[in-house]
């Protein structure tokens, strides 16, 4: 599956973005979905994952209660709603495919080229 983020920018403290990342193929349904960020000078972290019908979701405790994932698989698109956005989120965000949930980037088989945010205070 090949996979591509779009939908960041640049936004002031308190504002909200939503990602998307669209799959290409077929069996874009059977994959789990996740998100992860990486800052500069930072290595990649988990952000949000969920599960191939949609029914199951995971968070880092970081964006718990202001980032939301949701998938519609009838469009191959996975999405990443951010809502109160603080400065330390600013990082490039990466979607990524995986057989089954996860939050550690080594169960992910498929990645997106990267998406920037940047939240200025």
């Known amino acids: 599956v090949q996979l591509q983020a779009s939908g960041g920018g640049l936004v002031q403290a308190g504002g909200s973005l939503r990602l998307s990342c669209a799959a290409s193929?077929?069996?874009?349904?059977?994959?789990?979905m996740g998100w992860f960020r990486q800052a500069p000078g930072k290595e990649r972290e988990f952000v949000a994952a969920?599960?191939?019908?949609?029914?199951?979701?995971y968070y880092a405790d970081s964006v718990k209660g202001r980032f939301t994932i949701s998938r519609d698989n009838a469009k191959n698109t996975v999405y990443l709603q951010m809502n109160s956005l603080k400065p330390e989120d600013t990082a490039v965000y990466y979607c990524?495919?995986?057989?089954?949930?996860?939050?550690?980037?080594?169960?992910?088989?498929?990645w997106g080229q990267g998406t920037q945010v940047t939240v200025s205070s």
């Open positions: 990524a495919a995986a057989d089954r949930l996860g939050n550690t980037e080594y169960e992910y088989d498929y």
């Open positions: 969920i599960d191939w019908s949609g029914g199951s979701t």
């Open positions: 193929g077929r069996t874009f349904s059977s994959y789990a």
